[in-house]
Every structure is written in structure tokens, then in C-alpha cells.
């Protein structure tokens, strides 16, 4: 099975996934990802030991922009409606 390790600074807080211990924002993690499996398995300090010293800092881009999603398909009560009024 083929599988990547990488230390990173979590974007928001979040939990340990092998002792459940809680994580703030910006800690140190070892993002694990297995092949086949598509969530990453995130380990804290707490499991794994200490992250390395010359890990860096969280970047964070655009800060403060949003975009709107928009719907690709139509919902089930417009296409009822297109229905109702055709039929």
C-alpha cells in the first residue's frame, strides 16, 4: 500500500485522530494518506512526537474573499414546477 507523510499546521481546530486530544488552529499535525482512501488520518503531537523545527508557518491566501456557489443542476421543486406548468 502505497502512503504519504507530511507535517502541516491545521487551517482550523480540530481533534487527534489517535487520541482524540484537541487541536488548536495552526498546530502541528502529521497528515498521513493511504491509497484507495480518500480522508487523510491526522495525528498530533501528542501521538506521533514532536513535529519538525523548521516546519512553517501556516499560509494563509485571500484572505477574506468568498465566492458564491452556484447550484449545477436544478432542485426537485423547479423541476416539478416546469413540469406542472407544461404538463
Known amino acids: 500500500m502505497i502512503h504519504n507523510r507530511e507535517w502541516q499546521r ?3 481546530a480540530g481533534f487527534c485522530g489517535g487520541c ?3 487541536l488548536d488552529a495552526d498546530a502541528p499535525v502529521l497528515v498521513i494518506t493511504l491509497a484507495g482512501i480518500k480522508r487523510p488520518r491526522i ?3 501528542c501521538c506521533i512526537g ?3 523545527p523548521e516546519l512553517p508557518a501556516r499560509v ?3 484572505e477574506g474573499t468568498t465566492k458564491t456557489i452556484k447550484p449545477i ?3 426537485a421543486t ?3 414546477g416546469r413540469i ?3 404538463g
Open 78 to 80: 423547479q423541476f416539478a
Open 84 to 86: 406542472w406548468k407544461h
Open 10 to 12: 491545521l487551517a482550523v
Open 20 to 22: 482524540g486530544a484537541a
Open 50 to 52: 514532536q513535529a519538525p
Open 60 to 62: 494563509v491566501l485571500h
Open 73 to 75: 443542476r436544478k432542485t
Open 43 to 45: 495525528r498530533g503531537e
